[in-house]
């Protein structure tokens, strides 16, 4: 059943993707450093900006996302499934790879729980790999279950060849990948609790602390946004600074990755970040859910029938029409397709379907909606009355035959009558000669 439910979330997923996809400029404008950059709202699944977002790049450890994930469905229990930490497994990493101190416990059983804060909160490469080789059997086994993975999510420029993003000319993926990864685990259950934690301490460890700034009030510095939720950051020489992130303000809530921001440690500026908070602020300033339409609006006129005097009736949407744009949209963009009866008969009740309308901006398709009485209706002019009204010429030219035909009745029943009186005085007649 768990298996079931997470290719379908995958198909939803995917499916939200595809029918998102729009032309519409969002108008962004200022300047990014971020190589390759994807903003996506949820909320309606729409992309609001796009920078080379599929173009190949490396992912540095925001690779652990789609480790998280494949541990996550393949380990039920967190906390009874204790791992224990081989040593071999461990010996190739650089002293310097960010790690959450796992060399320390060699031997030692550590939770599935632990090993996850361990792998998104210092980004430890050693908790990577202790988990892939757990759950992959080996971490070459672990690799083919990743990109099984993203086959599944809809990846198409995604190749994972190491389970922490450390350096190989085989794993890569794209800025526009890796938001479908994304929110595919921001719907897994505990992720977003673990890689929105600001510090968490497993017991026997020191105290781990999240690499992003952007979620630590108290040490976060300039990178600190209050809005941000989560959710991975990476660095490599090769792959330069990376941050997948999430943020939600008043309701709206937004995924942003940015790939390939340069950095120098002389400088010692993380730009992905910057660059984050930047798209960030401008959307809530700049975007939301505008309602184009609503019932009071009338998209159309009906002609009324059996209603002295005439009747139009407007035709207005059922429901509001609505679409994340800009604020500032230009409404010359919006079109309207109305396909909705010319004529109706009373009575007519509010909210009779009269026809639909059709809604588009620019290149993005609103979808159709069903358009409908605004008003109520009642009948005052009989039937025969409108039919007397709009065929007055042939009531007449019918009255006319009716009435040549009442007189030709009335002549017809006369003359035969008087014939009669008179055949019969004839015969009264002839009966008296024949007995003088």
Known sequence: MKRISAIFLSFIIICVSVLSASAVDYGFREETVSDAIYLENLDSGTVVYE???DRRSY???????MTFVITAENVSDWDATKI????????GLDPESTVMGLSEHIGEQVSVRDLLYGLMLPSGNDAALILADYVGGSISGFAEKMNAKAAELGC???HFANPHGLYDPEHYTTAHDMALIARYAMQLSGFMEICNTVSYTPEGFSTLHNTNYMIDQTNGG????????GIKTGYLDEAGKCLVSSAEKEGSQYLCVCFGADFSYEE???????????LYEWSYENLGVQT??????????????????????????EKDITAFLPNNYDKSLLKTDVNCVEQVEAPVKKGDVLGTVTVTYEDLDLGVTNLVAAEDVERDISPLEVFVTENFVLVVILAAVLLLLIIFIIVFVTTRSSRKRRQSRRRTQAKGRRYR
């Open 51 to 53: 920078k080379n977002a």
């Open 59 to 65: 992912p540095a450890s925001t690779t652990k996302i």
């Open 84 to 91: 224990t930490i081989k040593p071999e497994l461990l010996d």
């Open 156 to 158: 198409t420029n995604t």
């Open 222 to 229: 300039m990178y600190y946004y209050p809005y941000t939720k």
């Open 268 to 278: 010692n500026i993380n730009y992905a970040m910057l660059d984050t908070a930047k």
């Open 292 to 317: 184009l339409y609503s019932p009071s609006d009338s998209l159309a006129g009906v002609d009324v029938k059996y209603v002295r005097n005439g009747k139009t009736l407007d035709a207005v949407v």
